[in-house]
């Protein structure tokens, strides 16, 4: 599990995503693990986030300021290219 601290928030994520933060566009981008689709993005604009969601992408807030980021498990979606590895 990977956490990262914006300002005021907390996101963390599952294994089975990589986070990036670019501080300077102010953005959160979560990838698969070999980098070869984006799953989410997240916008952090005047102290809020602005959720950017792929279809299978699971978001729980587990209080006021702490995200956890996870990806649906769904035997109907083809699997991404990382679990051919």
Not at 6 to 33: C, H, P
Not at 71 to 78: E, H, L, R, T, W
Request: charged share 25%; glycine share 2%.
């Amino acid at each position: 599990m990977s956490k990262i601290q914006v300002g005021k928030y907390t996101l963390s994520s599952s294994d089975q995503v990589v986070a990036f933060y670019d501080e300077k566009q102010s953005r959160i981008t979560y990838l698969t693990e070999i980098y070869d689709e984006v799953y989410l993005v997240i916008e952090c604009a005047q102290d809020e986030l602005i959720f950017y969601p792929r279809y299978n992408v699971q978001i729980k807030q587990l209080d006021e300021h702490h995200f956890y980021i996870d990806v649906a498990s769904n035997p109907d979606v083809p699997p991404s290219l990382n679990w051919l590895k």
